[in-house]
Structure formats: structure tokens, C-alpha cells
């Protein structure tokens, strides 16, 4: 039995980019929903820092690997691809299926307490891009709104300990190592 080769990480991550851009979410839409919970912490704050942040939280492989399970059943929702009665559930993102806030939450976990009960904020507000994707359209985004939850929701939590880092006066290699350690998982 041979060993099968794993897919490099630079393919993973392009991957998800690419399937967040082709179902119309662009980085600076989730940016601002960052921006929108994390400015009245902190009235300095730019949209440069939440698109950094928003981008540091796609380069970690459990993010990336939710986006690409739940766009696939999205799209595959949208094509009739999926068995009944799991096509008419997702097809409607029947509201007790609940699997699609699973898949989110469960990414939301590795930035801790203040990415969760953003992530629960962002899921029943639905502020932003989320809203927009929330309604029924051609498009199922039955998993694509609660992943923008999450990667909005990690983003904000990532962002707001960078800048108590900083508040602190911790020394950048500090500050860096740290968030290399967060892109573990």
C-alpha cells in the first residue's frame, strides 16, 4: 500500500480563497463586519487592520477546510446533487438543520471565548455580507453565511488580542509567534 501525498497547504488555502470569491464574498466584505464590531473598543482602528486580520484567519487550515466542505454542499445543493431528504433541507436551509452553524462554530473554536459569542452575535444579526447572503436567492448559502460568521467572528477575536498585544507594549516577535501559533489546526 502506498502513502497517498497530501495536498500542500498553498493549493488548501487558494482553494478557499477562490471559492469565497466566486460565491461574491470579497475579504474587504467580511473586513468590515470586523471593523463594525471591533471600532467602538477601539476608534483607531482601520479597515487595513481588519483585512490583515481577515486574511491571517483564511491562512489557518481548519478555516479553509470548513469552507471547502460547506461551499461543496452548498453548490451541490444548488445542482440537485444531494439525496432526500438531505437536498430539500439544505436547498431551503431548513431552520433546525443546524449542521451548517456546526461546521462554523466548530472553526470558531481555536480564538477562543470572544470568537464564539461573536460568531453567535454575527449568526442571529445577520450584519453585513452575512445578511445579504441570508436571503433567498438563486444561490444556496445555506453553510457560506455561518462561515462568514466564523471567519468574521475569528477575525474580530484575532484582531482585538493583537491590539491588547499592543497596548501592552509586547515586542513584535512576540506578538508574530503568537500568531503563528493561531494558524496551527
Same mark, same amino acid.
Given at each position: 500500500m502506498s502513502k497517498k501525498e497530501s495536498v500542500h497547504s498553498d #493549493?488548501?488555502?487558494? +482553494? +478557499?480563497?477562490? /471559492? /469565497?470569491?466566486?460565491?461574491?464574498?470579497?475579504?474587504?466584505?467580511? +473586513?468590515? #463586519?470586523?471593523?463594525?464590531?471591533?471600532?467602538?473598543?477601539t476608534p483607531v482602528l482601520t479597515l487595513a487592520e481588519c483585512i490583515e486580520s481577515v486574511d491571517r484567519v483564511l491562512e489557518k487550515r481548519e478555516i479553509q477546510h470548513a469552507i471547502l466542505v460547506g461551499i461543496e454542499l452548498d453548490k451541490l445543493a444548488e445542482q440537485g446533487k /444531494? @439525496?432526500?431528504? /438531505?437536498?430539500? #433541507?439544505? @436547498? @431551503?436551509?431548513?431552520g433546525l438543520f443546524g449542521v451548517d452553524e456546526t461546521i462554523a462554530l466548530g472553526s470558531v473554536f481555536g480564538y477562543g471565548s470572544i470568537a464564539v459569542t461573536t460568531f453567535g452575535f454575527l449568526d442571529k444579526e445577520k450584519t453585513g455580507i452575512i445578511k445579504e447572503l441570508d436571503k433567498k436567492g438563486t444561490q444556496t448559502n445555506t453553510f457560506l453565511d455561518d462561515l462568514v460568521c466564523s471567519i468574521a467572528a475569528n477575525a474580530s477575536s484575532r484582531l482585538a488580542h493583537r491590539i491588547r498585544d499592543r497596548e501592552e507594549r509586547l515586542r513584535d516577535e512576540k506578538i508574530h509567534i503568537r500568531d503563528q501559533e493561531e494558524r496551527i489546526g
Open positions: #493549493i488548501v488555502e487558494k +482553494a +478557499a480563497r477562490d /471559492l /469565497l470569491k466566486g460565491r461574491g464574498v470579497k475579504i474587504q466584505d467580511i +473586513a468590515k #463586519i470586523v471593523y463594525e464590531m471591533q471600532v467602538k473598543y /444531494l @439525496s432526500e431528504p /438531505l437536498q430539500s #433541507i439544505v @436547498s @431551503s436551509d431548513e
